[in-house]
């Protein structure tokens, strides 16, 4: 069974921090990506990957940054921290035979201080 | 802009009641169509798809959608809910145009079934 796991459930972190949100997938796959939900607003693409070292920037990509230097693992970096990035971020993989988000990881609800 | 519509953004029923979540998208062009579930403390899960052929789709749980090009829709069905399809739904479009494609989602829509 996939499995798609983001580091931290729950994170609070301060207005100018630097943040880390890892995502590591089980299955090989091509693609990953970052997701940010918001109430009344569904599922934003923030960036996505389709090979190691490959990224495109999705929707809302302002203020964000990854790294995808291993094909298992992506990474989503807020460079400098700030209270409108509270959200709920949702990682996902697929193969790279299918283009839309697979199978998602649990989510991390991060909240700037 | 290309969009995407829920118009209920709650819905609550009993159970055994019949479901009908509304799924509608602005763009005249190709499109694959997605109803995604996320369960109460789960992770984001397909439900069921379309990209061609029979506007009909079944999907799991007893779900099913009907793709009507005319409307611009994609409504969700099921005839009978129970508990546990206590859930978040979202609709999700990928919109093509020439070698570029775009998935959006909806805003979602949250059932509350009650016993």
């Known amino acids: 069974d996939v499995k798609v796991t983001q580091s931290s459930r729950y994170l609070v972190k301060r207005t100018g921090e630097k943040v880390f949100l890892e995502c590591v997938q089980d299955?090989?796959?091509?693609?990953m990506f970052w997701y940010r939900q918001d109430p009344g607003l569904g599922l934003r693409l923030i960036y996505f990957?389709?090979?190691?070292?490959?990224?495109e920037k999705g929707d809302i990509p302002e203020g964000y940054s990854v790294s995808r230097e291993k094909k298992e693992r992506f990474s989503l970096i807020l460079e400098s921290a700030s209270t409108n990035q509270t959200s709920m971020y949702l990682c996902?993989?697929?193969?790279?035979?299918?283009?839309?988000?697979?199978?998602f990881g649990d989510g991390t609800r991060l909240s700037i201080l | 802009a290309q969009s995407v519509s829920q118009h209920n953004h709650h819905v609550i029923l009993s159970e055994a009641a019949s479901l009908e979540l509304g799924c509608n998208y602005s763009?005249?062009?190709?499109?694959?169509l997605f109803w995604y579930v996320q369960y109460p403390g789960q992770h984001l899960q397909l439900l069921l798809k379309?990209?061609?052929?029979?506007?009909l789709v079944k999907g799991i749980k007893g779900f099913e959608a009907e793709f009507i090009k005319s409307k611009f829709s994609f409504n969700l069905r099921k005839p009978s809910v129970q508990w546990s399809d206590t859930a978040e739904y979202f609709c999700?479009?990928?919109?093509?145009?020439?070698?570029?494609?775009?998935?959006?989602f909806g805003a979602g829509t949250r059932l509350a079934v009650h016993p």
């Open positions: 999700a479009v990928r919109v093509f145009s020439g070698g570029y494609n775009k998935l959006i």
């Open positions: 763009y005249g062009g190709t499109v694959n």
């Open positions: 299955m090989d796959h091509e693609n």
């Open positions: 379309y990209f061609s052929g029979d506007p």
């Open positions: 996902a993989s697929s193969p790279g035979t299918v283009s839309q988000p697979q199978h």
């Open positions: 990957s389709y090979d190691v070292k490959m990224k």
